[in-house]
């Protein structure tokens, strides 16, 4: 987000019904706010409305507490859910990964140049190998491994660090092992993951390789929230790459890391910036 010094976020939503795009921006108004992004979308099929605004305070001394209570009122009428979000705030996350450090290096990046709006409270791993790198930063580093007779008492430890980082979201960044069905409830809506995206799909090791073997012409990366569908939850945002029969399994797997890293920092960034609305199985993605 650029230029968001005194921009206030107010994201909303509720069942499809007249007057909803009204109650936002007459509150709005009658608030002395002046608004200066928004999308809305009304969803025919699924009955549902979403809406984002930023605004920013005209009046001197804006009150977050009191706006919250008035707007309160005004959407419960709507049974409207919302969320407001202050001007530079930095979402408090915690990443997940295990040995390939490409995703990691690159959020680490966007982060230390103020890129992302997010706080970086901790790593957690199921490898050692990462640490110096987290180190680097002055970020603790968790290194919990996992067998499978010790994969419920590693995921409590793991739990332990969000909650006592108190990060509202979670991301995967490559982190290749599977979350228990418990561990995915939990991080429902605030977990999301990384993996690549091919057509056809090739599962199992070295998909690039495979790929290179089909002679596929596009390599690409989805970003989406977890559930307990391997690597079949609300997507957030994809990415692609052309390829050809001049790439080898070593240019694919290049090109997909870039797509990778690029897919997870948007989605992150959209999901920080209050863009992601989870509506049943989908999402509503107002895009920056």
């Known amino acids: 987000m650029q230029d968001n010094d005194n921009r206030w976020i107010l994201a909303a939503q509720c069942a ?29 099929l699924g009955g549902g409305f979403f809406i984002r605004t930023e605004f920013r305070p005209e009046a001197e001394g804006f009150d977050a507490a009191a706006f919250e ?16 979000t202050p001007p530079g705030r930095r979402m408090p996350v915690v990443i997940m990964v295990s040995k390939a450090d490409h995703c990691l290096n690159d959020l680490l990046y966007r982060y230390r140049i103020g890129q992302l709006p997010i706080d970086i409270r901790a790593i957690v791993s199921n490898h050692p190998d990462l640490e110096s790198l987290a180190a680097w930063h002055e970020i603790p580093y968790h290194h919990f491994p996992i067998t499978p007779e010790a994969k419920a008492e590693q995921e409590a430890r793991v739990w332990r660090v969000v909650e006592e980082t108190g990060a509202e979201l979670v991301i995967l960044a490559r982190y290749m092992q599977v979350l228990s069905s418990n561990m995915c409830k939990k991080l429902s809506g605030r977990a999301i993951n990384i993996h690549h995206s091919l057509l056809p799909g090739f599962k199992g090791a070295k998909p690039y390789h495979q790929a290179y073997d089909k002679g596929v012409k596009l390599v690409g990366a989805t970003a989406h929230y977890i559930n307990d569908d391997l690597d079949e939850g609300p997507i957030i945002s994809q990415g ?33 910036e209050r863009r992601v609305f989870l509506h049943a199985n989908r999402t509503v993605v107002f895009n920056r």
């Open 69 to 84: 209570a008035g707007f309160a009122e005004r959407a419960a009428e709507f049974d409207m859910s919302f969320e407001l």
């Open 16 to 44: 499809s019904r007249l007057g909803t795009v009204d109650v936002v921006t007459r509150f709005l108004k009658e608030s002395r706010c002046y608004i200066t992004e928004q999308h809305s979308f009304d969803d025919r």
């Open 240 to 272: 692609v790459e052309p390829v050809g029969h001049t790439d080898y399994p070593a240019d694919l797997v290049a090109k997909g890391r870039d797509i990778e890293c690029l897919t997870l920092a948007r989605a992150i960034a959209l999901h920080v």
